[in-house]
């Protein structure tokens, strides 16, 4: 198993930017492709970024593409989300995730094995 704790969230205005750390625990965090996922209140959880075992491989809702980067430093067991030109429309719970079998499902929750506690991100406006 692996633990995944998020951290960086808060409340910003509009055209702020954030960077989210999510940090795992164990030994094996390279074994695991990495993906964020958000949620507002009342919508469904919904992709937003993945980095594939070395970061070779990233992925983007088109909905944040060219604002967000997703990034990983293995050596610190962890995966970043760099969040520039926040928008209110970003406002919601995120989360990481890990996935240890690959597919090309990466935007698919449900192919996700572990998943973080979620935090808070608030842009107001």
């Known amino acids: 198993q692996v633990q995944l704790v998020e951290s960086g969230g808060g409340l910003v205005q509009a055209g702020d930017s954030l960077r989210l750390s999510c940090v795992a625990s164990?030994?094996?965090?390279?074994?695991?492709?990495m993906g964020w996922f958000r949620q507002a209140p009342g919508k469904e959880r919904e992709f937003v970024a993945h980095?594939?075992?070395?970061?070779?491989?990233?992925y983007y809702a088109g909905s944040v593409k060219g604002r967000f980067t997703i990034s990983r430093n293995n050596a610190k067991n962890t995966v970043y989300l760099q969040m520039n030109n926040l928008k209110p429309e970003d406002t919601a719970v995120y989360y990481c995730a890990a996935q240890s079998r690959t597919t090309d499902a990466y935007y698919q929750q449900n192919e996700y094995d572990h998943w973080g506690q979620g935090t808070q991100v608030t842009v107001s406006s």
């Open positions: 164990g030994r094996t965090f390279s074994n695991y492709h």
């Open positions: 980095a594939s075992r070395r970061g070779s491989f990233i």
